[in-house]
Structure formats: C-alpha cells, structure tokens
C-alpha cells in the first residue's frame, strides 16, 4: 500500500515562509520521482508546483521558480517544499506525489503520477 502524507501547511503572510513535509511509505521512494502539485479550489485540476528525480535535481514550474525549493532525504523516505517570498496567489491545497521515472515524459501534467497524499492547505494572506 502507497501512502503519502502531507504536513506543515498554515496561514502565513505574503512575503513569509513555509517549509511542507511528505512522508512516504512507498516502496523504492529513491528510485521515484516525488512532486508537488496544487489544487486552487475543488473540481480545478491539479497544477504542476516541482518534482525531485531520484538523483536530487529537480524541475520547477515558472510559477515558483527562484521562490520554491524541492528537496528529499532518500534515507528517511521524506520530501520537502520549502516555500520562500509567499504571494496571495500561491494559496491552494498542496498535494505531495509520487510516480515511475520511465513515466515522466509528461511530469507537468497530473496523469503521469500514480501516487497522492491527502493534501495540505497552505492559505496566504495579504
């Protein structure tokens, strides 16, 4: 059984930070591409926030570029979303994922991952 599960989401003022947490219970979590998505309000599709590949670089949607980091402890099964110079916009439920490298042609988009976490809000205020 896969499971995700988010912590670390929270009201924050714009300009602030916030550092969300995904712990795994995933067999071969160091050979998986981890990510991040969001969802801005029910029944909106999933946007793509960054993913980690299995060797630690990762990809980063324009978005949050410069502001969000993606890290990941292979030996603890945990993935990160540092989360710097919040904007109101970046308020959303935050999803943490993981899915099969040979499965990534397409990583921006919420098909090519096979595993979700409930979520976590992250509401950001003006």
């Known amino acids: 059984q896969v499971l995700l599960r988010e912590s670390g989401g929270g009201l924050v003022q714009a300009g602030g930070s916030l550092n969300l947490s995904c712990e795994a219970s995933i067999r071969g979590f160091s050979v998986r591409a981890m990510g991040w998505f969001l969802r801005r309000a029910p029944g909106k599709e999933r946007e793509f926030v960054g993913?980690?590949?299995?060797?630690?670089?990762?990809e980063y949607a324009d978005s949050v570029k410069g502001r969000f980091t993606i890290s990941r402890d292979n030996a603890k099964n945990m993935l990160y979303l540092q989360m710097n110079s919040l904007k109101p916009e970046d308020t959303s439920v935050y999803y943490c994922?993981?899915?099969?490298?040979?499965?990534?042609?397409?990583?921006?988009?919420?098909?090519?991952?096979?595993?979700w976490g409930q979520g976590t809000q992250v509401t950001v205020t003006s």
């Open positions: 993913l980690s590949w299995p060797g630690g670089s990762a």
């Open positions: 994922t993981g899915g099969r490298t040979y499965q990534m042609e397409h990583y921006y988009r919420s098909g090519a991952w096979d595993s």
